[in-house]
């Protein structure tokens, strides 16, 4: 009952306040113009407001919408009412905090500011509003400590740090907003920088947190821990990673463009480019140009333009814009429309396979729109050039970081080119570079002199970025269903070759392990695969040269080897010959062990296309044998030689490289006797056994 009783207690009280609050609009405006200027509101406390008791009302009213407790609603300053705002002002981070609502805790108290940590916020982030609050009330009032990193906080760092440097340059305009006096009255901070720097280490450990670099609290020491976390933040965002935090790096933390003045190697433009240009950019240290393939004639790329840039020795980073400049832009039947259109343009400027291209997001959206619409549009996009991309073009966005970021995490672009010099963006404000950046345009600025001269964005390039290089005279490549035909075919004949393809099946898949022969005795399996670095297994490697072997070893032992067989023993020996010539350009490496007390042997036939230009790509196909060996000797073998042998088979595991050429091709010949129903001849395997330092009893 007592519940009940309190219940309605307060919904009487709050029915009571909606009445005051319709009769007190003028008191209210009041406040309004009040909370503006602390002056005018003066401060309130329990002493001087007799004569206020409506806006005592007003106080009390907005104490109980923040979720503080005035223990009524009457109009009186009482203790309740300082308590509820000294709650609050400890809730804000303010240490030994009084009972009195001066002005700008009614400008705190009157709008939608939390000062509690929200579902969506961050402990620490909100430890770094409450700081703030605690160190610099005076200038940024009371800002919210819901521990969600926004515009209102970041103006805050801005505000604290011009109040530190006006210590030191007292002509400093405290105003939260980020320029070039800002930046350039930013200290050296070192691992040396002691006590007189603590405000602006705090500072610094604030930008590095919200920027996802942690300094293991906020101690206003310049320790191991914050060096640690500059040097990362540093290498991430394509700065010098010294560990140092001069000016450029303390741009970099607390505004989206960073430090203007820096020279990136990469540009974007929207005038095609003459030779007269090109070369300004390339002697402005341009590696890297940003040309739009959608467009009017004025700015769109033409094969003839490529061939401008190619000559200069630029690369071409494609931007796909059709205008994009609003949420109505971002259409479902759009994004169908436009990825085949994408796909078309690339193709037909030429564009190598694997280029990265752009499509743009070119406005601030907000989360409704890039929920509702930008991130349907792209998994649309995504899914509708999937469907043509034959070339493994990559998709990547041009936008703002959220975009980026959201568009990223999403898995919906491999790389983004960030719009930073849009620095006003709510999606750009407080907000980190997206883990996946490959372009950061910071800045326009104009290059070259007379016919040469161009206004550029100033692009800074991560090692994400690669750009294409087309020569437009020159044939365009295979595409990659005519790889994969070209590499299907090579792998088909090496198969052959080994003696495995007659009647078999293939439907090889890069990194997909196909089963040929599922055994007993022995078990087969082929795999396709773009790893051709040298196997570190390998017990023994062959070059290969134009189809040609490149190791006389081999072919003497091969035909030393197949030389003391039968005609039917030497029909199941691999044509390693005929591997060879399929090869063209390359290498066979052979890997013996055991796996599963299973024998393992295979051969590894790694094809450089680089070296012969067959447009395969350079790829590997494996040939694995598995071999279930019985513990039982084969006839004709006695039990004694047959355990020498199984004792010898796991030392080869572990030391592979006592293994000559010899041992490893007869030991290749038994098991493709074995496997293939062949009879496995006693000098033959005499000759295994005794390369193995063990004679068969006469």
């Given amino acids: ?69 005035p223990n009524g609603l009457d109009g009186v300053y009482s203790t309740g009412v300082e308590n509820a705002v000294k709650k609050m002002r400890t809730d804000a981070g303010l240490t030994n905090p009084n009972g009195n609502a001066d002005g700008a805790f009614m400008k705190a108290l009157l709008n939608m500011d939390a000062y509690v940590l929200s579902s969506r916020g961050d402990a620490e982030v909100r430890k770094i509003q409450r700081n703030l609050n605690r160190d610099y009330t005076a200038v940024i009032g009371l800002i919210p400590c819901d521990g969600i990193f926004a515009k209102p906080t970041l103006k805050a760092m801005i505000k604290a740090l011009q109040t530190e440097q006006k210590k030191t340059y007292p002509g400093t305009v405290v105003d939260g907003i980020w320029g070039t006096n800002t930046m350039n009255h930013c200290p050296l901070l070192t691992s040396g920088s002691g006590a007189t720097y603590k405000r602006y280490i705090y500072l610094l450990q604030y930008a590095l947190y919200v920027n996802g670099y942690k300094t293991n609290g906020f101690d206003g020491v310049y320790g191991t821990a914050t060096v640690s976390a500059v040097k990362n933040f540093q290498a991430f965002a394509g700065l010098s990673a010294d560990g140092n935090a001069g000016k ?18 990469a540009c974007d433009c929207m005038t095609p480019l003459t030779t007269a240009k090109a070369k300004a950019l390339v002697a402005d240290g341009r590696k890297y140009v940003g040309r739009y393939i959608v467009g009017g004639a004025n700015k769109c790329l033409t094969l003839s333009e490529e061939q401008v840039i190619y000559d200069a020795g630029l690369k071409i980073i494609p ?35 694997g280029t990265v291209f752009y499509v743009s997001v070119d406005f601030d959206a907000s989360d409704a729109n890039i929920t509702n619409a930008i ?21 990547g966005v041009y936008g703002p970081r959220y975009v980026c970021s959201v568009l990223a995490k999403n898995q919906l672009t491999s790389s983004s080119f960030v719009c930073d010099m849009s620095s006003g963006f709510s999606g750009n404000i407080g907000r980190k570079l997206p883990s996946n950046w490959a372009l950061d345009q910071i800045s326009t600025v104009t290059v070259g002199t007379g016919a040469g001269q161009i206004q550029i964005d100033n692009n800074i390039a991560s090692s994400r970025c690669s750009g294409a290089s087309i020569n437009p005279k ?54 396709e695969s773009l790893e051709v670095e040298a196997n570190k297994n390998a017990v023994y490697s062959v070059s290969i040269t134009n189809g040609k072997l490149e190791d006389s070893e081999f ?40 796996e599963n007390d299973k024998v393992v042997f295979s051969v590894k036939c790694v094809i450089l296309e680089k070296e012969v230009g067959a447009g395969s790509g350079d790829f590997a196909v494996t040939i694995k044998q598995l071999w279930s060996i019985e ?9 004694q030689a047959w355990d020498f042998f199984l004792d010898n088979m796991p030392k080869l595991s572990v030391n592979r490289k006592c293994i000559t050429v010899f041992q490893l091709l007869i030991l290749a010949v038994i098991i493709v006797i074995l496997c293939f129903g062949g009879e496995l001849e006693i000098p033959f395997f005499a000759e295994l056994l005794a390369s193995f330092g063990y004679a068969l009893p006469v």
């Avoid at 513990?631 to 039990?639: D, H, I, L, R, S």
């Fill in 631 to 639: 513990k039982n000797a084969p006839e004709g073998v006695t039990q």
């Fill in 1 to 69: 009952m007592r519940v009940i009783r309190n219940v309605i207690k307060l919904l009487t009280e709050l029915k009571e306040l909606v009445e005051l609050l319709n009769e007190l609009t003028e008191s209210l405006e009041e406040v309004k113009e009040s909370v503006e200027d602390a002056a005018k509101v003066g401060t309130l406390t329990s002493k001087n407001t007799a004569a206020k008791k409506n806006i005592v009302y007003i106080l009390q009213g907005g104490l109980y919408c923040k979720g503080y407790n």
């Fill in 248 to 265: 450029s790096t303390w741009a970099s933390l607390y505004v989206s463009y960073g430090d203007k003045l820096r020279k990136g190697k």
């Fill in 474 to 527: 020159a044939a365009m490549g295979p595409d990659e269903d005519q790889i994969a035909n070209r590499r299907k075919a090579i792998s088909q004949n090496i198969i052959s070759k080994y003696g495995l393809g007659n009647g078999i099946s293939l439907n090889l898949s890069i990194e997909l392990e196909q089963v040929l022969l599922p055994g007993p005795p022995v078990e087969v399996r082929v795999k």
């Fill in 375 to 395: 991130v349907p549009y792209f998994k649309k996009f995504k899914s509708v050039f999937a469907g043509v991309n034959k070339r493994n073009y990559k998709i």
């Fill in 319 to 353: 931007i796909y814009q059709k205008s994009h400049n609003a949420v109505s832009c971002f259409t479902i039947a759009k994004a169908e429309e436009e990825a085949k259109d994408a796909y078309t343009r690339l193709v037909n400027l030429k564009f190598p396979n």
């Fill in 555 to 594: 072919e003497v032992a091969l035909k030393d080897i197949t030389g003391k067989l039968d005609a039917k023993n030497q029909s199941l020996v691999p044509d390693y010959v005929g591997m060879a010539t399929a090869i063209g350009n390359g290498r066979m490496e052979f890997e013996v062990g055991m």
